[in-house]
C-alpha cells in the first residue's frame, strides 16, 4: 500500500531530497544492503534501498528541542 509523506519526505524520494528537507541524519546504520537514516529528535527513521526512500518509521519519543532545529532549518529557502 501507499505511505503517507511525513514531513515531505516519501517513499521513492531520494538520499539528496531527504537531506535537503530534514537535513543531516541524527546517525546512520546498515542492515545488510539497506542504509538507515535515524532523526531522533524528530523520532523517525528512514530506510534506504538504492539510494531512495524504501521504508519510513514512526517512532515514540520525538521531542520538541529535536523538531525546533528542523522546523528552522525548513524555513530557510
Known amino acids: 500500500g501507499e505511505c503517507d509523506e511525513v ?3 516519501g517513499i521513492g524520494d ?9 537535513g543531516a541524519p541524527s ?16 523520532g523517525l527513521s528512514l530506510r534506504m534501498r538504492r539510494l531512495k526512500v ?4 514512526v517512532h515514540k ?3 520538541f528541542s529535536g523538531y525546533f ?9
Open 61 to 63: 519519543g520525538s521531542s
Open 14 to 22: 531520494s538520499e539528496e531530497q531527504v537531506m535537503l528537507q530534514l
Open 7 to 9: 514531513l515531505d519526505v
Open 54 to 57: 524504501h521504508a519510513i518509521e
Open 27 to 42: 546517525r546512520s546504520s546498515y542492515v545488510g544492503d539497506d542504509k538507515i537514516l535515524h532523526y531522533d529528535g524528530l
Open 69 to 77: 532545529p528542523r522546523a528552522l532549518w525548513r524555513m530557510i529557502p
